[in-house]
């Protein structure tokens, strides 16, 4: 299954922009600032989370709109084609909207539909910035495999923020309220670390199977920021409520959870490694997930200028991944010389101006 009949309404510096008649492989050409990515940024849109920007959705709203924006586009290859669709209204800026066959839904039913993965070059930085982005990354590919996982991503956050409000309080918490608290951070929590945990496993079956060459193969581990198991984050809960009152924040749990990343043939940590390499091991774990992630569902795979930083036969070696696997992919670039291998069994929009031309 693939996206066809892609529009986007008052999107960024999109007035209005159908793509249509699309292919396995799609490439989107055209000069910096025209408005490529934007169209990357609102498939993405497509599926739980804020989107590969994580843009607030006011700033997603073209400038001297006054009616919010609006991204659809029709699942084909089943049966009956599926409208997918995410708007915002004027009278409700910050709220995204879901419709699925024009019916109101919820951002999560869109993962039920369609798996979404995405490469851009703001994700340079991955293994050797912060936890907290790693985290981030960690979830939303488990939610392309899982949707439920952002539900219990979504509750242990917010149950989290209020047991941090009650330990920063000046009076003593209620032991009785804590519990309660504590209760559902162990579940969801627990939810959430097995499902992080899952897809580390899953993606390194899948990285094994590729060829070791001409992208490093990456070792991926799971790195628990707490006792794992119900009982044991429960309980380590309840034991520090004391320690965590004077820090003023929950100290364990998998708020605090990390993803290691070693260049396996060198063992040697992803954040040690070469820009170069750190590019290239992150292009095997998104061509893995991918892989993964179409297994079963229709799956979506965008890469925002990829190709620039790319050798030739590193590029012939992508492309032929991206053949064999059962993605839908998306490719962004300033020219069209780069995919040349490709360019005839891919559809080709020339981005201009806030327009897309079917070349």
């Given at each position: 299954?693939?996206?066809?009949?892609?529009?986007?309404?008052?999107?960024?510096?999109?007035?209005?922009?159908?793509?249509?008649?699309?292919?396995?492989?799609?490439?989107?050409?055209?000069?910096?600032?025209?408005?490529?990515?934007?169209?990357?940024?609102?498939?993405?849109?497509?599926?739980?989370?804020?989107?590969?920007?994580?843009?607030?959705?006011?700033?997603?709203?073209?400038?001297g709109a006054?009616?919010?924006?609006?991204?659809?586009?029709?699942?084909i290859g089943?049966?009956?084609?599926?409208?997918?669709?995410?708007?915002?209204?004027?009278?409700?800026?910050?709220?995204?909207?879901?419709?699925?066959?024009?019916?109101?839904?919820?951002?999560?039913?869109?993962?039920?539909?369609?798996?979404?993965?995405?490469?851009?070059?703001?994700?340079?930085?991955?293994?050797?910035?912060?936890?907290?982005?790693?985290?981030?990354?960690?979830?939303?590919?488990?939610?392309?495999?899982?949707?439920?996982?952002?539900?219990?991503?979504?509750?242990?956050?917010?149950?989290?923020?209020?047991?941090?409000?009650?330990?920063?309080?000046?009076?003593?918490?209620?032991?009785?309220?804590?519990?309660?608290?504590?209760?559902?951070?162990?579940?969801?929590?627990?939810?959430?670390?097995?499902?992080?945990?899952?897809?580390?496993?899953?993606?390194?079956?899948?990285?094994?199977?590729?060829?070791?060459?001409?992208?490093?193969?990456?070792?991926?581990?799971?790195?628990?920021?707490?006792?794992?198991?119900?009982?044991?984050?429960?309980?380590?809960?309840?034991?520090?409520?004391?320690?965590?009152?004077?820090?003023?924040?929950?100290?364990?749990?998998?708020?605090?959870?990390?993803?290691?990343?070693?260049y396996a043939?060198?063992?040697?940590?992803?954040?040690?490694?070469?820009?170069?390499?750190?590019?290239?091991?992150?292009?095997?774990?998104?061509?893995?997930?991918?892989?993964?992630?179409?297994?079963?569902?229709?799956?979506?795979?965008?890469?925002?200028?990829?190709?620039?930083?790319?050798?030739?036969?590193?590029?012939?070696?992508?492309?032929?991944?991206?053949?064999?696997?059962?993605?839908?992919?998306?490719?962004?670039?300033?020219?069209?010389?780069?995919?040349?291998?490709?360019?005839?069994?891919?559809?080709?929009?020339?981005?201009?101006?806030?327009?897309?031309?079917?070349?």
């Amino acid at each position: 299954m693939a996206l066809d009949r892609i529009s986007l309404s008052d999107f960024r510096n999109h007035a209005q922009t159908t793509l249509e008649g699309t292919a396995r492989m799609n490439l989107l050409v055209g000069a910096n600032g025209a408005g490529k990515t934007n169209v990357l940024e609102a498939l993405s849109l497509l599926a739980p989370g804020r989107g590969m920007r994580r843009a607030a959705l006011v700033d997603m709203v073209r400038g001297g709109a006054t009616d919010g924006f609006a991204v659809g586009a029709s699942l084909i290859g089943a049966e009956e084609p599926v409208r997918l669709g995410t708007y915002t209204q004027g009278a409700q800026p910050g709220r995204r909207r879901v419709r699925v066959n024009s019916a109101e839904s919820s951002a999560v039913a869109l993962g039920e539909w369609l798996a979404i993965g995405w490469l851009t070059p703001a994700m340079d930085g991955l293994f050797t910035g912060a936890a907290q982005d790693r985290r981030r990354y960690l979830d939303r590919l488990a939610l392309a495999i899982d949707p439920v996982h952002a539900r219990h991503a979504g509750r242990y956050e917010a149950t989290l923020r209020e047991r941090n409000r009650l330990l920063s309080d000046d009076r003593e918490p209620d032991p009785s309220w804590l519990d309660a608290i504590e209760t559902q951070l162990a579940e969801h929590g627990t939810a959430l670390s097995e499902g992080r945990a899952r897809l580390i496993d899953a993606l390194m079956a899948e990285i094994v199977a590729q060829p070791e060459a001409p992208f490093p193969r990456p070792a991926l581990s799971y790195a628990p920021g707490g006792p794992l198991g119900y009982e044991g984050l429960s309980q380590a809960l309840h034991d520090n409520r004391r320690r965590d009152r004077a820090a003023q924040r929950t100290l364990d749990g998998p708020h605090r959870d990390d993803l290691e990343v070693l260049y396996a043939a060198r063992r040697m940590p992803a954040a040690q490694c070469s820009t170069g390499e750190q590019k290239a091991l992150l292009l095997a774990i998104t061509i893995a997930h991918a892989a993964l992630s179409a297994k079963g569902r229709a799956s979506l795979l965008l890469l925002d200028e990829v190709a620039a930083h790319l050798d030739p036969d590193r590029r012939a070696a992508l492309f032929e991944r991206l053949r064999a696997g059962g993605a839908q992919v998306w490719i962004t670039g300033t020219e069209l010389a780069p995919f040349a291998t490709i360019a005839d069994e891919a559809a080709v929009w020339t981005v201009a101006g806030g327009s897309a031309q079917r070349r």
